[in-house]
């Protein structure tokens, strides 16, 4: 099993900057892709309707975004401390919403590295609220 625990969010002001980080416990983290998710305040709150904006392979030599967020946040790991992080800048109104990190049920990011579907282990959450 496979316990992850995010921490870092809270209020911040449009073209403001936050830093996510979610500690792991347990076996299995660094031989896994790893993701960040993110719920609107509008969807369903359903691990089916989270929306993935970043991967990282095991060894954080392979990442990925979604569009909307590319150039904006980054996400990065460091394995002997068992966190995974996302560094978010020049945020706006878009990125409100719950943020979920994950562990993906494959060793490898593929085929399907933003699909929540394919992650098998989460957290429970924290909240980003960007405000104008």
């Known amino acids: 099993q496979v316990r992850l625990v995010e921490s870092g969010g809270g209020s911040v002001q449009a073209g403001g900057s936050l830093r996510l980080s979610c500690e792991a416990s347990?076996?299995?983290?660094?031989?896994?892709?790893m993701g960040w998710f993110r719920q609107a305040p509008g969807q369903e709150r359903e691990v089916i309707e989270r929306?993935?904006?970043?991967?990282?392979?095991?060894?954080?030599?392979?990442?990925g975004y979604a569009d909307s967020v590319k150039g904006r946040l980054v996400i990065s790991r460091d394995n002997v401390k068992n966190t995974l992080y996302l560094q978010m800048n020049s945020l706006t109104l878009e990125d409100t919403g719950v943020y979920y990190c994950a562990r993906h049920r494959n060793s490898g990011c593929w085929p399907s590295p933003l699909s929540s579907s394919d992650y098998n282990y989460w957290g429970q959450g924290t909240q980003v609220t960007v405000s104008s």
């Open positions: 347990g076996y299995f983290y660094e031989g896994h892709c």
């Open positions: 929306e993935g904006i970043a991967y990282i392979s095991t060894d954080g030599g392979s990442t």
